[in-house]
């Protein structure tokens, strides 16, 4: 499984986006990006996830570059309840997650 | 639904006692997983199923067992407990898929080996 880098921790003001990149260079062909999140030891949260294609669900968007070595989870309006660390992972058919430590992002009132 | 539970939230063992813990799901998911979580660190896969009978080790399996007798539930055994395996455990589940799917995660069982 590929693996990702993410930034150890980001600043956010309270209604602003929050912009999380993720480089993943040497993610395969049939491998998806996904994105968690964790809220202060509680389980991990799914947010969304993608192959090729840009996505957007009711609580983020997905961009994935052309390349797919690497993309940008945007939380169009942060709130102070998604302060959290964030997970981007790549993984295959199996299912099978590779957890990194995450970005530790800090919503600012 | 209740989702992902896991049984017990908390537990302190000696080193050298046994112990068990229980995850359940009631999502009728084929797919099910164990973690475990240390301070500062990511979540890492202990052992995962893929359907009731079918076992699986992932990145960290020493010093652990499952079963999965029934496909709604998913056993973690520790035969004898070390303070290393003091973590968070945290089991998930997800369905299959070959599009991608999201896993659900239980509230984790805080475990302390003194």
């Known amino acids: 499984d590929a693996k990702t880098t993410q930034p150890t921790s980001m600043d956010c003001a309270e209604g602003r986006a929050a912009n999380l990149p993720c480089n993943h260079s040497?993610?395969?062909?049939?491998?998806?990006v996904y994105w968690y999140r964790q809220i202060h030891s509680q389980g991990p949260q799914y947010i969304i996830h993608?192959?090729?294609n840009n996505e957007t669900n009711e609580m983020a968007s997905l961009i994935i570059t052309e390349d797919r070595k690497s993309s940008t989870l945007i939380l169009p309006h942060a709130t102070l309840r998604d302060t959290a660390v964030y997970y981007c992972?790549?993984?295959?058919?199996?299912?099978?997650?590779?957890f990194g430590t995450g970005t530790l992002l800090a919503v600012q009132p | 639904n209740a989702g992902v539970t896991q049984t017990p939230k908390f537990r302190v063992l000696k080193t050298g006692q046994s112990m068990t813990l229980l995850c359940a799901q009631d999502?009728?998911?084929?797919?099910m997983y164990w973690y475990r979580q240390d301070p500062g660190m990511g979540l890492r896969l202990i052992h995962y199923?893929?359907?009731?009978?079918?076992?699986a080790k992932g990145e960290v399996p020493d010093g652990y067992n499952v079963s999965r007798l029934k496909k709604q539930n998913f056993l973690l055994g520790l035969e004898s407990a070390a303070p290393s395996q003091t973590s968070v455990y945290f089991c998930?589940?997800?369905?299959?898929?070959?599009?991608?799917?999201?896993?659900?995660f239980g509230p984790g069982t805080r475990l302390t080996v003194l």
């Open positions: 999502m009728n998911h084929e797919y």
């Open positions: 040497t993610i395969s062909g049939n491998e998806y």
């Open positions: 993608g192959l090729k």
């Open positions: 998930a589940s997800s369905r299959t898929s070959g599009r991608g799917v999201e896993q659900f």
């Open positions: 992972i790549v993984g295959g058919a199996t299912n099978k997650l590779i």
């Open positions: 199923s893929v359907g009731e009978g079918t076992t």
